[in-house]
């Protein structure tokens, strides 16, 4: 045991850090204080770049401006606007960490703010966009060809190509080893049989990632990945009477013979880790977008907690709906906080599955909880769609089932903790 | 709205920031993982200074080594061991943040993860020590005069002498601004009457910080604090049958005519912002300390669970037992990651109190909250104390409780985020 | 005190009670135990008259076999079906407390179970039901002349008209007593201005009733119930774009110098005690009626736990999973047996309205909670409205807030506990 | 379906039970309403018969007047005063429901009631007494010969002897069909050895029920019951350092080649369905019990807030503070009466073991969180034994846990509504 007084003579001249440059500040601080800022009440603000504090205005005033204002209608109706993904491809929104073919390059914390704004609006438009960037772009960028990625990474990343991702099967949901879709190598090419399910952009597709067990010569292999153009042999029926999530669109994916050439293989993919990096990098993204989903339905009902009035007193006045106010804003800013970190660990190489698991369960499992809550505010007016803190409600819980459940992180956490699967228990 | 690949160029090459490095970095990582570290799941440990990770250490070991081989016993008989004390003055530990005077004049952080290695063993140590060090050492530096912080602050750093904070009234807990203590004008300094109660440390202390209000030629004044050595008509009694914080100890504090001199007086303390500054940098240092505790009951519950066998199984591979794990294992990282932040902006002077009570209730109220539930993993051993949880469990329900309840954090945090007090509803 | 010995001999032979007789056969009993039946645990049945039991049957086979196959469609296109409320009272179901007047004149325990059936199905099938009854023909029964019940009663029993029951204002959701809607007198009757909203039934109702402040030679006095015809003056548009309860139909409405005669005055009526009647009725309906929602929540649950496989097991084999189930049953069942001990007081006039609090927010905040919960074992098909519980998760968050929120009755609640009123604190 | 209204005529006639009356009279009751009753909400009281009536009020007025002045220091102190089983028995509050040998021979809900009220002081006071009735008097009755019942219940009836009840293991806490202790076959009866841990009233008896798997000729068999007076061989150390039920006695069982008589094996007895018979009754008890000591809590924490002003008010006034009372209120309520009915079924022979994991099971795990919740409400207060509540919550997390973990009854529920055990998933 070293004592501090000899720790500190030692380290304190070389260090040019923020905790000792700070801790010198400190001393003059003394007891002013700043403002508490109930918005970004950990000032996670002061943590970004400039360039990511200039992303999140970008996302936040597209969103605000282009989707808010269609949202309601395009829950009502059950319809997703394709040009959707045409204005964020414009603005660079798509596959925004890539490097090259158009997109921008940027960090994973600017790509979990985009995330965090867009679905501070709707989760169906952040699902609708995460597909793209995380689940059809980061695979053709990090399991493609050059041709693959020249081909089809500009054009995704204007919008003016729509992908989706089949990996989930009608009975495997949970657990993807147990894939039946199989890809069977021909002499040119590979045939393409099996069903797909709850696949978001399907319907609305051009392109479509699908994960098949390969098949040569009878005899049955990894898990491979496959970019295909739509065309003979697909079907992409349109998934109606959602409950959620109404603003995107969803649909199955039957593929019947489909025949394709050699090239439609994603070379570098195989075995279920490639789908899985997928998965980490759309539940990286989904675990800031609920947190924005979060804050809005903390914004909307602080707003109407501060204009309704009963018992000749506004309702934020009252204990009980402070306490949901402070219960949704702490969940909120540390899941926050975690997600920076993570995005931060990320981009540093030092990050692992297991803390996407923790970072997306949390933000999730929360997201949904606390907005449940603050919804009760609004009393009757909860069931109206004109107060968007329900709509969320009911996305959250798909967010929260959607890309492993809450009790299949749970299970995957428990394994990194003790060692021990325990998923099949 | 600008577009992320405008945005980008202009920002790329001015930055050489943690960001826009690690963006770069995150091309060539790919998808290399790190192991998951159960202990430090986000990876806390790279965002400490090196010095501030060898003041941990220090912290650590001394905890480990000189305060958990005697803590049950102390527990059992619910007495405080004094040395306890000069020990920890030893290394450096006491007023930590605190420029002279023999102090170490480290980060906020650092004073964050002793408490936390301190508290990883028992709540009651650091009790004795957060007094110490934010409720008395703090002040007299804070309010004090050249000659009281010359006279008292190198022997308490020492431990030479124990200090305690009279603030807390038996009819008063929650709202100090109702306090009852006078302290009246003399000719040459000044009388106190009162009572103070819960007090910690204050059965053996040398040194008193009371607080009272000051009553001038008749008239009632502000709240004012007072450095008082033991003397005639101060009375300590200690509190008996205590249920949690056995290893500290508790009395009340009963003035009784005390005479003081003009020197008594803090010169700079005046109205209740000054007991609540100290509260400030107290509860900044629970917050972190809780953690502890709570890291120390998954640790514990984690090695019951993978040792203990039912049913032919370890404990650890129920799924029941592993949601219990999990959920307190993201609790405890992502309070810590806010305590953390919390730090740097208190050192930046960026800080506020609001910020101050979401960490301490959040922290308080999930470390109980989540030791409870890990202790239900030792099933009939829960109540034995060799298992040290179940006395985390009862230290940490005070924890939650003493600085501030944690309904009345959520009474200040409802307040920051309407503008609504409500701590009267 | 009385030694048992002494008490037991001295009232043995009087007693000729359940409790009695019961202890007796306990002991010929021994251990030999009974089935477990899940889905009535703590045997209900048992406690209810073959009458009650014979009228279960009815509303359950009504509801399972004609309501159950229009509900997905009624939901998703958001219309009510008024042939369901002549139906009903072909049945027998509307009303059938009351005596007389075509009603059944059954126990309010039968009241219960046919709540409980039809909300089985679909909590607005059971709240346009529960508006007919205890909303409409309730106080026309209790405030209204013999003319009124005549005319009224039988064909709102027969379903032949449709009432309504306008008490809540835009502005005044929880307080009632601010109630701005007026009835001044006129030479020959009333004029009646306002609105009204989130009046189930109110677009398609025949008739209504009308809750407002007379007004009297310019002077404002107690609220008063008028039973009104559709007429000149009564719009009643409805509200769109519901996000639960639509499969009933809902609506405002506004009055606009609506003039009716002296006999549109419920006499009797007088004050809030007069629509709080009504709610209590309606309170202690629903306390049953969401029970039969969060049932079939339960059984859907766990038909779709068998039934799916995942890791090469089905669900329900999944500790997490039979949690869910298990904290759902329990809930259903006590919440089921306090609905049925209330309405026992209820009908032996031991009942009071803090009961019918307990009541109505235990068991709706139980069965949003629980069946939200349960909605977790769907994993993605949760979205989906084949599978229902996601139906009855949007429809209760509803019931958890009409005839009084939960945290209204909490302080109701509160109130009754501690004699202080906080509703304004 | 028959209509209501063809049902009624039919039964109506032929009933005199409590619903046809009932129904009846709420036609006169019209809207006047009882006074509630914040200690028995839901009128339990009205389904007692007078017998049972008065053994409340025996145990009752027991209680208060003999336990609860001396808990505090039996609690400090660690020690049981075995004068407690004599007053006990004097009382005929010892093997209630057993009929002959000096028993009182009462109903189940008597049992009940005598627990609640034992264990509204001190949840240890209720485990001697239990442990003395289900699981030592109600074996040597179920299991035992005449000659055993002779010689032994009449004392034990009495409180001259104390019992104990040997079936846990060191390794086995949850799964005793691991049992390691054996009772092998010798000549003229049985030696004995084995290890019993977290046996209650174990330092103090003189009666052992232990519970050991047999062996004869080499070969092992069931588990069989024996009944041992304390003799040679027999150690029984107390454990110390209980955090918990403190105010009872507990100890291991070290058996070391104890040699009795065929006389000394319970006859009837023969695999685990014997203890679990016992565990059966206690568990009932304990069901009971629990809410005693939360009853307790509640009204404690009442006076409390009634009494304790902050901001120039009682507590009692704060919303936060009355939901805290109020959610306590009603899950004791609801808990007490699901423990009434699951002993009418019992004493009528229509209960089953999951009946009673689920109301141990809730009652347990409601207790044990709203204790806690409301010890909140003493602010500092809660940490000194004086106020009680903070000892009923420790002890409660002891009764949540022994009998049968709050997990395991999950686990044997789920079973019983899936039919799939996951006790070793």
């Known amino acids: 045991m070293v004592r501090l007084t000899a720790i500190r003579p030692v380290f304190s001249n ?43 205005e970008t996302a936040k005033s597209y969103a605000q401006e282009n ?23 414009e603005l660079g929104l798509l596959g925004p960490t890539i490097q090259g073919y158009g997109c921008a ?10 995330a965090r704004e867009v679905e501070r609006v709707d989760s169906g438009y952040r699902s609708a966009m995460s597909v793209q960037s995380s689940l059809v772009m980061h695979p053709i960028n990090e399991f493609g060809t050059d ?58 597709a051009d392109v479509f990632i699908i994960w098949a067990r390969e098949v040569v010569d009878g005899q049955k292999g990894k898990v491979r990945g496959f970019l295909l ?21 969803t649909g199955s994916v039957f593929l019947d013979n489909v025949q394709v050439g050699d090239d439609a293989l994603l070379p570098k993919s ?12 759309a539940r990286f993204g989904i675990s800031w977008g609920v947190i924005g989903a979060l804050e809005d339905s903390i914004s ?62 949390n933000n999730c499992g929360n997201a949904l909880q606390h907005s449940r809550t603050l919804l009760d505010i609004f009393g ?17 819980q798909v967010t929260n089932t959607y890309e492993g459940t809450y009790d299949i992180h749970t299970l995957i956490l428990g394994k990194a903790i003790t060692g021990i699967p325990a998923f099949a228990n």
């Open 229 to 249: 153009d739509r065309q003979k042999g697909i079907e992409t029926p349109k998934i109606d009477g959602k409950l959620a999530l109404r603003a995107s669109i």
């Open 300 to 361: 909307r009902a602080r707003d109407y907690a501060l204009e309704r009035h009963q018992f000749n007193r506004p309702l934020a006045s009252f204990q009980l709906v402070q306490k949901k106010l402070v219960d949704a804003s702490s969940a909120a800013t540390l899941g926050l906080l975690g997600a920076y970190q993570l995005g931060r660990l990320k981009d540093e190489g030092k990050w692992c599955p297991d803390q996407i698991s923790m970072m997306k369960r």
């Open 14 to 56: 070389a260090l040019a850090s923020r905790a000792s440059v700070a801790s010198t500040r400190s001393m003059a601080a003394g007891s002013k204080f700043v403002k508490y800022d109930w918005e970004d009440p950990l000032n996670l603000n002061s943590l970004l770049t400039e360039e990511e504090q200039a992303i999140h």
């Open 380 to 396: 009757g007016n909860a069931c109206s769609d004109e107060y968007h803190v329900g709509r969320h409600v009911a996305n959250l």
């Open 67 to 89: 989707l808010l204002p269609r949202v309601k209608q395009a829950y009502r109706s059950e319809e997703f606007d394709p040009s959707v993904m045409r204005e964020m491809g």
């Open 105 to 114: 390059g940027v960090s994973s914390v600017s790509y979990g703010l985009i």
């Open 270 to 281: 195989g075995g279920l880790g490639s789908p899985f990096s997928c998965l980490n990098s």
């Open 147 to 204: 041709a693959q990625k020249e081909k089809y990474l500009p054009r995704l990343a204007k919008g003016e190509l729509i992908g989706c991702f089949g990996l989930t099967e009608p009975n495997h949901g949970s657990d993807p080893s147990s894939m039946e879709t199989t890809a069977t190598k021909t002499a040119n090419g590979w045939t393409l049989n099996g069903a797909k399910t709850w696949i978001s952009n399907a319907p609305v």
